[in-house]
Nanobody, 127 residues
Framework: EVQLVESGGGLVQTGGSLRLSCAASGFTVDDYAIGWFRQAPGKEREGVSCIYSSDGTTYYADSVKGRFSISSDNAQNTVYLQMNSLKPEDTAVYYC????????????????????WGQGIQVTVSS
C-alpha cells in the first residue's frame, strides 16, 4: 500500500525555519517525482518544490527560490523540505505528493490526477 506521511509542520515566527518530512512506504522514492504542494485559504493549490532523485531534477517555485531546499534520503525512503527565512505568505497546508517522474521538471511540478497524497500538514508563519 502506498503511503506518504508528513511531519515537521507547526507555528514559527517570520524569519524562522521548519523542516518538513515526507516518509514514504509501499514504493521507492527514487522511482518517482516526490514533492510538495501547498494551499492557503482562498487560494489555488500550487506546486512548491519537487525532486526526482534518479537524475537529480529539482524544481522550486519562484516564491520560495533561495529559501527552500528539497532533498531525498533514499536509505530512509524520505523526502525533506527545508524551509528557511519563512514569511507569513508561506502559511498554508502543505501536501506531500508522489507523481510520475516526468511531472517534476525545471519548469514546474504538476498534478496529473493520478498521484498519491499525504494527509497534509499545517505551516503557520506569524508576523
Amino acid at each position: 500500500e502506498v503511503q506518504l506521511v508528513e511531519s515537521g509542520g507547526g507555528l514559527v515566527q517570520t524569519g524562522g525555519s521548519l523542516r518538513l518530512s515526507c516518509a514514504a512506504s509501499g514504493f521507492t522514492v527514487d522511482d518517482y517525482a516526490i514533492g510538495w504542494f501547498r494551499q492557503a485559504p482562498g487560494k489555488e493549490r500550487e506546486g512548491v518544490s519537487c525532486i526526482y532523485s534518479s537524475d537529480g531534477t529539482t524544481y522550486y517555485a519562484d516564491s520560495v527560490k533561495g529559501r527552500f531546499s528539497i532533498s531525498s534520503d533514499n536509505a530512509q525512503n524520505t523526502v525533506y523540505l527545508q524551509m528557511n527565512s519563512l514569511k507569513p505568505e508561506d502559511t498554508a497546508v502543505y501536501y506531500c505528493s508522489r507523481q510520475p517522474f516526468y511531472r517534476c521538471s525545471k519548469y514546474g511540478y504538476r498534478d496529473g490526477g493520478d498521484g498519491y497524497w499525504g494527509q497534509g500538514i499545517q505551516v503557520t508563519v506569524s508576523s
